[in-house]
């Protein structure tokens, strides 16, 4: 393997200048609050005890009444604004600690608020038992308690999934016919959007088998005297709504509201906070419109972004000062969400001086991709330079770990896996495929023959008892066999079963990536897309790219036995991994989705697959294609740019956990495809000029050169790019060339909008 080179800039980006935030003003509470300032006292005091504010913190803190929208940059600083502003109520503006009330999302960041307010000038230790400081489930639990509720928490994820499976075998479902996981978040989502259980969707079969998994579930919580957190939240909403005295007396006590991460807050959360706050509106909320990354748990980043039409006259102050990072770390941040159209604007400033550039990596592959970068990390640990607990490697998709994991694996190098520690060979989607390798080397694997009975629409138990019973009679090389003389066997189930077995024993001519490719034409494809649950549980995309991924895999092994033997190693190891311990990351590598990530730092972070179809992923380019083709069939609507613009706050949040170093790569290939560098990573070295362009590609039509006004049509970058383009008299349309894939051998292909035949030409189109 060549030895791969780190660059400056990403490949494809030639000729621009790196991005670079200017260096903020060295500034704080000690030269911007003079002495003869009334509450200069409380600012000395913090100083002596470390915390110099800056002017937008200075002023977010010495708010009062009415009101505030803090918007809060990546590493700006906001839990000492939350705190040192709640020390400033107390100590300066005389408020009882009892009409305070701070709300977060997490067990840790309320414990941390707690514990830095009691060592505030000025709090007693009285002031701060009195402080409610917790999260949303905490403070509404407590409430409730308050007023009778006596239900247990349900909240033992693994005893949910137990029940969940207990309740699908009930109504005669596999027992994984849907992923509890699943499940949980389908019926979380709607109560956060205050919906109920009735109003669940039933146009499909699947939407009727989730809606009676969750009715039985909910009874069966009912009949145990049981409520998990969402119900919590609901029943406390419920209950205000109800008994207006309960709100009252809650909206006279809290008289100053404060909510962390708001950009997290959904629906029913932010009724509950508008509640309490009124009428007085002393709600100061704290948070960051360019990290809204959790859309599909029912945050919005409207309640940011419109936060002023709601309370006419609130205060809006930006923390724009990032401690965290170095000026080209913070400069690539601002380069990479600059381009979001829905977004405050705000251009944040570094306080570190100097810093190491980002450092951008082109390998061919995710597995080539996993081995620079393991050995970039063992010769820095080796040198004594950094410890393991040093880096974390972050990631779009869970899927997109599986390289990195088996190589930290087979090295036995520390990782912690801050997902569901869950190997690809063993999610409920591969297992089959892989059980159907298993069985083409020993047709007398049971548990293998067990796995894959679904994919021939038979039922796992009763298929297995005929199987054993007849076992026992006549054993036969091949068990499968059996399933032929089962009572009931319909004449198709039986053409399908020999066609099943005949495949199964002809695998072995094959290698595995040809195996599994058969696997997939001949049957499970089909399979899956026809599944009503898969496509109900997990994105068309999804599922195409988990089994895609399997072959990227497989690819590397010659034999089907070798790559068997590879699966078993990784997934021993794994169990082995897997042990009960610390969820402490301790001197390991922290891997992680960048969900995961969020509100967290390192020192080094490795963001793997910033290439197209990755990141972004591939389901918002997708739907970012669909329109662009509606487009130019003459529509006239605008182009919905809600699931890219995500997609980029993804990459601003990969990007700013980083401290020191940052290291970012772009496989050359995906899945057996080229793909090219993330459109993000590009578009944060363009031209001031070039940024405005693309934000006016964002209108309600496409940008040529006629569209821009005469001042600007020099500002567009151009290149020639061979195409595919219609013949037809009146079809625009056309479509790039997919160099190095099936169409290399074609000289004409069908058009996708009016079938006429398209011929291979080329076109100038903005870089």
């Not at 980002?358 to 080539?368: G, I």
């Not at 050359?668 to 070295?685: D, N």
């Not at 290149?719 to 894939?741: I, L, N």
Request: net charge neutral.
């Amino acid at each position: 393997m060549n030895k791969l080179l780190f660059h400056n800039i990403p490949p494809g980006a030639t000729g621009e200048q790196i991005p670079k935030a200017k260096i903020a003003s060295a500034q704080t509470s000690r030269e911007l609050v003079q002495p003869e300032e009334n509450d200069s006292a409380y600012f000395r005091r913090l100083e002596e005890g470390g915390i110099l504010l800056n002017l937008p913190q200075i002023t977010a803190v010495r708010h009062h009444k009415g009101p505030l929208l803090t918007l809060a940059g990546a590493g700006s600083g906001k839990t000492s604004v939350l705190i040192c502003r709640t020390g400033y109520l107390l100590s300066v503006r005389g408020i009882h600690a009892s009409q305070l009330l701070l709300l977060t999302f997490s067990s840790k960041a309320a414990a941390e608020m707690r514990e830095r307010i009691a060592l505030l000038p000025g709090v007693s230790s009285g002031d701060a038992a009195r402080l409610q400081a917790r999260t949303f489930h905490s403070f509404f639990l407590y409430f409730l308690r308050r007023q009778g509720l006596q239900q247990e928490i349900f909240h033992e994820t693994r005893r949910q999934h137990i029940l969940l499976k207990q309740i699908m075998r009930e109504l005669g479902l596999p027992k994984d016919a849907y992923p509890p996981e699943t499940l949980l978040a389908l019926l979380s989502s709607f109560k956060m959007n205050m919906g109920e259980l009735k109003d669940l969707p039933e146009g499909t079969m699947a939407e009727q088998e989730m809606k009676a998994i969750l009715t039985l579930y909910e009874q069966w919580k009912i009949d145990h005297f049981k409520i998990d957190f969402d119900d919590v939240l609901l029943i406390a909403y419920q209950m205000l709504r109800e008994r207006p005295e309960l709100l009252q007396e809650l909206q006279q006590r809290y008289q100053y509201v404060m909510v962390d991460e708001f950009q997290d807050t959904n629906a029913l959360q932010y009724e509950l906070v508008k509640m309490i706050a009124h009428p007085h509106h002393n709600l100061m909320v704290v948070g960051d419109d360019d990290q809204t990354i959790y859309s599909f748990n029912g945050a919005r980043s409207e309640f940011i972004l419109e936060f002023e039409q709601l309370y006419p006259g609130a205060r809006v102050i930006t923390l724009d000062i990032n401690y965290r990072s170095s000026p080209a770390i913070v400069g690539l941040g601002n380069g990479i969400i600059r381009h979001n159209k829905r977004r405050r604007s705000k251009t944040l400033q570094a306080a570190k001086l100097g810093g190491n550039q980002p450092q951008y990596m082109r390998p061919q592959t995710a597995d080539e991709e996993a081995e620079q970068m393991v050995e970039h990390i063992l010769g820095e640990v080796g040198s004594g330079k950094r410890e393991y607990s040093d880096f974390a490697m972050l990631y779009r998709a869970s899927s997109s770990n599986r390289a990195i994991l088996e190589l930290l694996l087979l090295r036995d190098i520390p990782y912690i896996d801050y997902g569901a520690s869950q190997l690809l060979y063993e999610h409920w989607l591969i297992s089959p495929v892989v059980d159907h390798l298993r069985l083409s080397v020993n047709r007398r694997d049971f548990a293998a023959i067990e796995n894959i009975l679904p994919t021939l629409y038979m039922n796992r138990e009763k298929g297995m008892e005929h199987i054993r019973r007849m076992e026992t009679a006549q054993p036969k090389q091949g068990p499968m066999i059996h399933l032929l003389s089962m009572p009931g066997m319909e004449d198709f189930k039986g053409v399908k079963l020999r066609e099943r077995l005949d495949l199964i024993r002809n695998l072995h001519e094959f290698t595995p990536v040809q195996a599994i490719r058969q696997i997939r034409s001949q049957f499970y494809d089909y399979f899956i897309e026809a599944n009503g649950r898969s496509q109900a549980t997990l994105h068309r995309e999804t599922l195409k790219e988990m089994l895609d991924e399997l072959e990227a895999s497989a690819e590397r092994f010659d034999s089907i036995t070798a790559f068997l033997d590879f699966i078993a190693n990784v997934t021993e190891r794994n169990e082995h991994n897997r042990l009960p311990g610390s969820n402490e990351q301790g001197n390991r590598i922290a891997l992680m989705t960048i969900h995961k990530s969020k509100g967290l730092e390192f020192p080094v972070v490795f963001l793997i697959g910033a290439s197209e179809g990755i990141l972004p992923h591939s389901s918002a380019l997708e739907g970012d294609r669909l329109k662009d083709r509606k487009k130019a069939i003459g529509s006239s609507g605008t182009v919905d740019m809600a699931a890219l613009e995500e997609e980029r706050r993804l990459a601003y949040v990969a990007v700013t956990r980083a401290r020191e170093e940052l290291f970012i790569s772009s496989p050359a290939q995906h899945r057996g495809k080229k793909v090219e560098v993330s459109r993000f990573m590009l578009s944060a070295f363009r031209s001031a000029a070039s940024a405005t362009s693309e934000t006016l590609a964002y209108g309600s039509r496409p940008v040529t050169a006629r569209t821009l006004p005469a001042s600007r049509t020099l500002a567009v970058r151009t290149h020639t790019v061979p195409v595919w383009t219609c013949t037809g008299k009146s079809c625009p349309g056309w479509t790039r060339v997919k160099a190095g894939g099936d169409e290399d051998h074609l000289s004409v292909k069908p058009c996708p909008l009016c079938s006429s035949p398209m011929e291979k030409d080329s076109r100038v189109v903005p870089v």
